[in-house]
């Protein structure tokens, strides 16, 4: 048990300060990549419902490639293919090479997996909102994109929340992909720590607790911003 | 006055031609598609697909075969656990409350870790029990975290299409006078599953997605043969094989489960 503490504590000899590091870049790692599938997914979830059939089909195409591909083949490809294309550009061109980081591959990657999933949130939350309330706006004088920002928006976001709440849980899990090209996340940390002090099922153990504390927390959050927006309805 | 926008009588008559905006996306499509093609041409090698090429058919097949049978023994776990979420004994729910949420709350990729290399470490235990030959195993390790993994997910959709039958089955199934037991099979069950199937079909295809992580714990299912294949030519084209390769499946899976449910609610249809 004394053991345990220790191999668990901060400092030195213990590994508490390397995991609550990867805990942070998991944290960070969703946290940047949430805003980029949010706004992606929004305005892939408009080019569906567009009367441009050319839109909607490119829209269409690019979300049955990202949801069909299984998360880590989409990251390796990121990985892979970007880095690989980058390095043929700089010797095509003679500029100077740029690789993406591991974090970079990450954000990118998972950015666009969201970005899929989430324009079908979108959609149907988009489908959920009488046409009525678009007509209303417009009635009154208000603009396109006024419509849009202060009819439309506030009422999606609520009927979205729930699918979207959903949908950073996966993001939150799936950041631990990332550990496999190198990010040193919890996951990342939990490896390294398993492998020198060979107490695997200690650290891998850890690393489930903190990955379940993340997506307790998560629920808290999401379950606060629900209440937020639901803050004009009556009490039940 | 700025009310009397032509905006209202734009409805009436939706535009015949492609705007610059859908030209553009697609434009964009049919660049990475031509790119490909000039890709594939130039890279295609038939040698690489005399090497590996039946290395990929295994691949799927280990594939399509983890994610088959760890689907089925989910199945039989997700039973129990459906059913202890249902019931009144607060123990039995929070049982089955803790079993989903670990699996749904944390990473499939932390759970494999935690089976192949942190079980290894009651090495001398599994041992004495006999399960050793089972735990040793990365195959049966990734079968035994998916399957664990998928029935916490069965569970709640099994609930979720169970408590979507109205209660008035269960009346008027026990005011004809039948058991419990031919209520739940022959009368609840038929109707839940044309509510589940669509849920039933994401989550195969979230298997298939998720399994390719037991690539990592050295499974040569499709995606560990596609890092072999990788590792070994550094050539890019092997990704984007077993790229079309998942999309395949996936997409056939998602027409045949469609086609699935429009037989299955054609009675519903007027």
């Not at chain 1, 999606?156 to 990332?178: E, Q, R």
Request: aromatic letters at 12%; proline letters at 4%; one cysteine or more.
């Amino acid at each position: 048990m004394n053991d345990t503490l220790t191999l668990l504590g901060f400092g030195a000899t213990g590994w508490g300060d390397d995991l609550a590091r990867g805990v942070l870049v998991t944290v960070t790692l969703s946290l940047a990549t949430l805003p980029i599938g949010l706004c992606l997914g929004f305005f892939l979830s408009l080019a569906k419902q567009s009367e441009d059939y050319l839109l909607k089909l490119s829209a269409d195409i690019f979300t049955t490639i990202f949801r069909g591909l299984p998360e880590l083949l989409t990251l390796f490809l990121v990985y892979f293919g970007v880095n690989a294309a980058l390095k043929s550009v700089s010797e095509a061109t003679g500029l100077p090479g740029i690789a993406l980081s591991s974090f970079v591959c990450g954000m990118v990657a998972l950015g666009v997996v969201f970005s899929a999933f989430a324009s079908e949130v979108f959609l149907s939350a988009f489908r959920a909102i009488p046409h009525g309330q678009r007509e209303g706006g417009l009635a009154l004088g208000l603009g396109r994109a006024k419509v849009m920002l202060l009819v439309i928006l506030p009422q999606l976001i609520k009927i979205a929340l729930p699918g979207l709440g959903n949908l950073w849980m996966n993001l939150l899990k799936d950041t631990a992909l990332v550990s496999v090209i190198g990010l040193a996340d919890t996951l990342r940390q939990a490896q390294i720590a398993a492998r020198v002090s060979r107490e695997p099922f200690l650290f891998f153990g850890t690393a489930i607790v903190l990955y379940l504390v993340l997506t307790i927390l998560s629920s808290f959050v999401i379950g606060g911003i629900d209440r937020w927006t639901k803050r004009g309805e009556v009490a039940k | 006055m700025s009310g009397n926008t032509p905006v209202l009588a734009a409805p009436a008559a939706p535009p015949q031609k492609p705007k610059i905006a859908g030209i553009v996306a697609i434009g964009v499509w049919i660049a990475i598609a031509i790119a490909f093609v000039v890709y594939f041409a130039r890279a295609f090698d038939v040698t690489l697909i005399e090497r590996f090429g039946s290395a990929y058919l295994g691949g799927l097949w280990v594939t399509v075969s983890l994610v088959a049978i760890s689907f089925v023994f989910g199945a039989l776990v997700s039973l129990p656990v459906a059913l202890g979420r249902m019931a009144k004994n607060p123990i039995a729910r929070a049982l089955a409350f803790a079993f989903v949420y670990f699996f749904r709350g944390t990473p499939l990729i932390a759970q494999i870790f935690l089976v192949y290399y942190g079980f290894g470490q009651f090495h001398d235990f599994f041992e004495a029990i006999g399960m050793w030959w089972f735990f040793r195993e990365a195959w049966y390790c990734g079968l035994f975290s998916l399957a664990l993994n998928t029935a916490a997910y069965q569970a709640e959709i099994l609930r979720g299409a169970i408590e979507s039958v109205p209660k008035g089955q269960w009346e008027g199934g026990r005011s004809l006078g039948l058991s419990r037991q031919v209520i739940f099979f022959k009368v609840i069950v038929p109707q839940a599953m044309i509510v589940g199937l669509r849920p039933y079909a994401n989550e195969i295809i979230l298997m298939i997605k998720a399994s390719a992580i037991v690539a990592i714990i050295t499974v040569y299912d499709l995606f560990g043969v596609t890092r072999q294949a990788y590792s070994r030519t550094y050539d890019f084209q092997t990704y984007v094989w077993a790229a079309l390769l998942y999309l395949i499946v996936v997409e056939a899976l998602r027409h045949a489960t469609n086609w699935a449910e429009r037989r299955l609610t054609v009675h519903l249809k007027r």
